[in-house]
Structure formats: C-alpha cells, structure tokens
C-alpha cells in the first residue's frame, strides 16, 4: 500500500525556517517525481514545487522561488522542503504528493503537515 | 503562473449531468495533455478523478468524463449523485515546467 506520510508542520515566527519530510513507503520510490502541494485553511490548492525521480530536475512556484528548497533521499525513500524566509502568507497545510507513472497527475497524496507562520 | 479558472460554484439535482469548465492558456491547459482533475471532500485530501484529460483511474466510477478544447478542460459528471458534492478542482502542466491549478468548484447537489 502506497503511504506518504509528512512531518516538520508547526508554528514558525515570519522571517523564519522550517524543514518538511515526507517519509514515503509502498512504492519504488526512487522511480517516482515528488511534489510539495498547499492549502491554506478554507483556500484552494496551490503547486509549491517538484522534483524529479533522481533529483536532478526541480522547479518552484514563483511565490516561493528562491525562499524554498526540495530535495529527496532515494536511499532514505524521504522528500524534504526547508522553508525559509517565512512569510504569514504561506501559512497551509502541505501535502506530499506522488505522481502517476508518465503522467502529469498526482495519484497519492499524504494527509498533510499545517505550517503556521504568525507572530 | 496565474490560477486556471473555474466557476466558483455549481449546482444540480440528482440524476442530472453538470459541466465544470477550467480555462487556461496555450501555455497550460491548451498546450499540454497533462490536465486532471481531483475531488475533495470536506477534511479529507484530494482524490485523483481524471488524469491526462480523458483518463480515470482504476476505481473512479465512469460518470465522470474529462474533455478538452483549445485552452477549455471540462470536468462533467453524469447522473449527479448525493456523494458528489464537494469541491473539484483542475490542474495542468505548463510550459515552464511547472504546474498550475484552479481557484476550485464547489459542488452542490440539490
């Protein structure tokens, strides 16, 4: 059974840095892109960023470009998202979502970790 | 990388058919194939309905048909049914190499 299961959520002051970890199981999970999805508390969905299967390709939403950073252990079978430079604006619950093998959709998704950034 | 756009809200009574419409651009939705569509009920995650515009997967009753023309991706759903109301929301690749989704839907049935 696929499980994605997230971790690292919690309340952070703006300005400052959290680290995610998505610990995945069930699956070959070096062969599978990763993507770091958010939902703000009564708001819709919001791509955060992606990741290919070896690492070596990696895209963000502009939101969070250059504050944010995925990466993956292949060996751990983990995918982590520091967050850093906080703003209050991205205070939601992240998901950790799998994509369908040669598809641009996401198949599995893990409950989620809520971020809260206030002062 | 603005949102798609979908209809804030819909409504139907059951057994009738509803259409949710999500419009992109040439960059996302009009240039790609990789457009899906995903269910959320209230408190629980986001459940994968139509994958690659036209595809379900295994499991996802086939009252439900994904369509696309130009930048327009379409979401209807046959013989409406009371556990259809939620929210749904579309997605798609775009050219820059990142995704997109939309605002959302919130179904109701009657």
């Known amino acids: 059974e696929v499980q994605l299961e997230e971790s690292g959520g919690g309340l952070v002051q703006p300005g400052g840095s959290l680290r995610l970890s998505c610990a995945a199981s069930?699956?070959?999970?070096?062969?599978?892109?990763m993507h770091w999805v958010r939902q703000a508390q009564g708001q819709g969905l919001v791509w955060v960023a992606r990741?290919?299967?070896?690492?070596?390709?990696?895209n963000y939403a502009d939101s969070v470009k250059g504050r944010f950073t995925i990466s993956r252990d292949n060996a751990k079978n983990t995918l982590d998202l520091q967050m850093n430079s906080l703003r209050v604006d991205d205070t939601a619950v992240y998901y950790c979502?799998?994509?369908?093998?040669?598809?641009?959709?996401?198949?599995?998704w893990g409950r989620g970790t809520l971020v809260t950034v206030s002062s | 990388q603005s949102a798609l756009t979908q209809p804030a809200s819909l409504s139907g009574s059951p057994g009738q058919s509803i259409t949710i419409s999500c419009t992109g651009t040439?960059?996302?939705?009009?240039?790609?194939?990789?457009v899906s569509w995903y269910q959320q009920h209230p408190g629980t995650v986001p459940k994968l309905m139509v994958y690659?515009?036209?595809n379900r997967p295994s499991g996802v009753s086939t009252r439900f048909s994904g369509s696309k023309s130009g930048n327009t991706a379409s979401l209807t759903i046959f013989g409406l049914q009371a556990d259809d109301e939620a929210d749904y929301y579309c997605s798609s690749y775009t050219s820059s190499g990142t995704w997109v989704f939309g605002g959302g839907t919130k179904l109701t049935v009657l």
């Open positions: 990741i290919n299967h070896d690492g070596r390709t990696i």
């Open positions: 690659d515009v036209t």
């Open positions: 979502v799998r994509v369908l093998y040669n598809s641009g959709s996401f198949d599995y």
């Open positions: 040439s960059s996302d939705v009009g240039g790609h194939n990789y």
């Open positions: 069930g699956f070959t999970f070096g062969s599978y892109w």
